[in-house]
C-alpha cells in the first residue's frame, strides 16, 4: 500500500475504534454492538480492492484485539478482519463505479453475518463459547440490523475520501482507464441524478461556450 493509503487507513482505523469503543459500546443495545470497525475496512476494501482491504482489515483487526476492554485472543479479530477485507475487496467493480447501493449494502450485511459467524467459530476452537450463552442467532440478527443503519451514514463518505486521497484510485487493477467516484452510485442512488453525467454535461457546455466567444472575437477582429 502506498504511504497516503496507509496514512489515512490508520487514522480512519484509530478514529473508528475510538468511537466504537467509548460511544457505541456504551449505548448497551440488546444482541451486539454497531461495528463501525468492520464498516470502516469495508468501505477502504472497496476502494483499495482485496490486497489493501486484507491489510486494513488485519491492521483494523489487530488493533481491536489489543484495545481495551479487549477480553479475547489477540489476532482472534485480526483473522476474522483480514477475511472480510479480503474478500469484500473481491466485490469492488473493475471500473471504479458502483450505480447503486445495493451491492454495497449486500457486502456490508454478508460482511455482518460472515464476521459474526467466523468470530464465534475461531472461539468454539479456542474454548471461548460466550457466543453460545449470549445466543448466536440473536447476534446475527442484531449484528446485522445495526450495521445496515448505521452504513449509508458511514460507507459512501468513507469510500469517497479514500478515492479523493488516492491520486490512482484504480491502480491495484492495472487500468489506466480514470473512472468515476466509486461512491457516486451510492450518494446518488436515491435522488436519481447523474454525477457523472452532469459532469460530462458541464464540460460540454463549457467547450461550446468557448468555441462560440473564439467565433465572436475573430468576426470582431475581421471587421
Known amino acids: 500500500m502506498r504511504l497516503n493509503r496507509t496514512l489515512l487507513s490508520v487514522a480512519l482505523v484509530v478514529v473508528a475504534l475510538v468511537i466504537q ?17 468492520l464498516l470502516t475496512v ?13 491489510l486494513v482489515g488485519f491492521g483494523a483487526g489487530l488493533l481491536s484485539d489489543l484495545a481495551p ?9 485480526a483473522l476474522v478482519l483480514c477475511v472480510v477485507g479480503y474478500l469484500a475487496g473481491l466485490a469492488r467493480p473493475e471500473n471504479g463505479r458502483l450505480k447503486s447501493a445495493t451491492g454495497p449494502m449486500a457486502v456490508v450485511a454478508v460482511a455482518a453475518i460472515g464476521s459474526t459467524l467466523l468470530y464465534a467459530g475461531v472461539g468454539a476452537l479456542v474454548g471461548d463459547t460466550a457466543a ?8 446475527l440478527v442484531s449484528a446485522t440490523v445495526y450495521d445496515l443503519l448505521l452504513a449509508p451514514f458511514v460507507v459512501p463518505g468513507l469510500m469517497a475520501l479514500a478515492r479523493r486521497a488516492d491520486n490512482d484510485p484504480l491502480a491495484e487493477t492495472g487500468s489506466g482507464v480514470k473512472a468515476a467516484d466509486v461512491s457516486a452510485g451510492w450518494l446518488s442512488s436515491g435522488t436519481g ?7 460530462g454535461g458541464l ?7 468557448r468555441v462560440a466567444r473564439a467565433g465572436r472575437i475573430k468576426g470582431v477582429k475581421r471587421l
Not at 469495508?42 to 486484507?54: E, F, K, P, R, T
Not at 476492554?69 to 489476532?75: E, L, Q, R, S, T
Not at 453460545?132 to 447476534?139: A, F, W, Y
Open 21 to 37: 469503543v467509548s460511544v457505541l459500546a456504551r449505548l448497551h443495545l440488546p444482541g451486539a454492538v454497531p461495528d463501525l470497525v
Open 42 to 54: 469495508l468501505a477502504l476494501a472497496l476502494v483499495y480492492g482485496h490486497v489493501g482491504g486484507a
Open 69 to 77: 476492554p479487549a477480553d479475547h485472543a489477540a489476532g482472534r479479530y
Open 132 to 139: 453460545r450463552h449470549v445466543g448466536l442467532t440473536s447476534l
Open 193 to 199: 441524478l447523474r454525477i457523472g453525467g452532469q459532469r
Open 203 to 209: 464540460k460540454a457546455r463549457a467547450a461550446k461556450a
